[in-house]
């Protein structure tokens, strides 16, 4: 079966401009959660989304936000973009439903590399 | 949140065990741990996930402590193709660290 699939791989935007990320999760996965990864910070977790509803937010600014559709697809939006924002973007989705189980593994995708000029 | 702690980085010769710790001495009753690795940049990868049994399969091996404070993954004969950032989780969040780089030399 398909994978996480990201769109776009790659892209390259201007400060003070704003990118929006897809997510297609796995088929039949209904939690989706989004992560931030740079050399010096490691992967953070930004926000998950669990049937269009976000469930947890990670310790970023507002500029940082995103959304999950009926269908679980996911974007994640980054406006007036900063230097700093420059990272790979990832998305992972499991089949978590709720409560604390066995059920949160993560599969994720390849990733959006974001480059802020 | 459960927090962990791991080595920054280790070594370990091909064809040797491969012994990764993970410190998460504030993990609650019902937190799970789990193992991923990242190799060059690519989409972190599901290794392994226990609640307090040791478990294993076909990548590795995982080892709790019975006070479920510690954990340690374990790789029986690494490979060239192992060398990557192990991380290792215990929150509902899924709060990834800074994991630890394995290097694994011939």
């Known amino acids: 079966k398909a994978g996480v699939t990201q769109t776009p791989r790659y892209l390259i935007k201007t400060r003070g401009q704003q990118v929006t990320l897809s997510c297609s999760p796995i088929?039949?996965?209904?939690?989706v959660s989004w992560y931030q990864q740079t050399p010096g910070q490691g992967l953070q977790f930004l926000f998950e989304y669990f049937s269009e509803t976000q469930r947890n937010k990670g310790n970023f600014p507002g500029r940082f936000s995103g959304r999950q559709f009926s269908n679980s697809r996911s974007e994640m939006n980054v406006s007036t973009l900063e230097l700093g924002d420059s990272a790979l973007y990832l998305c992972?989705?499991?089949?978590?439903?709720?409560?604390?189980?066995?059920?949160?593994?993560?599969?994720f995708g390849a990733g959006s590399r974001l480059t802020v000029l | 949140d459960a927090k962990t702690t791991q080595p920054p980085s280790m070594d370990c010769a091909e064809g040797r065990a491969a012994n990764l710790p993970c410190n998460h001495s504030t993990i609650s009753g019902n937190e799970y741990v789990y193992w991923y690795r990242q190799i060059h940049s690519q989409g972190p990868q599901y290794i392994i996930h226990g609640l307090k049994n040791n478990e294993t399969n076909e990548m590795a091996s995982l080892i709790i402590t019975e006070d479920r404070k510690s954990s340690t993954l374990i790789l029986p004969h690494a490979t060239l193709r192992d060398t990557a950032v192990y991380y290792c989780?215990?929150?509902?969040?899924?709060?990834f660290g800074t994991g630890t780089r394995l290097q694994v030399f011939p």
């Open positions: 989780i215990v929150t509902d969040k899924l709060i």
């Open positions: 992972a989705s499991s089949l978590w439903t709720g409560g604390t189980s066995g059920a949160n593994v993560l599969t």
């Open positions: 088929s039949g996965h209904r939690s």
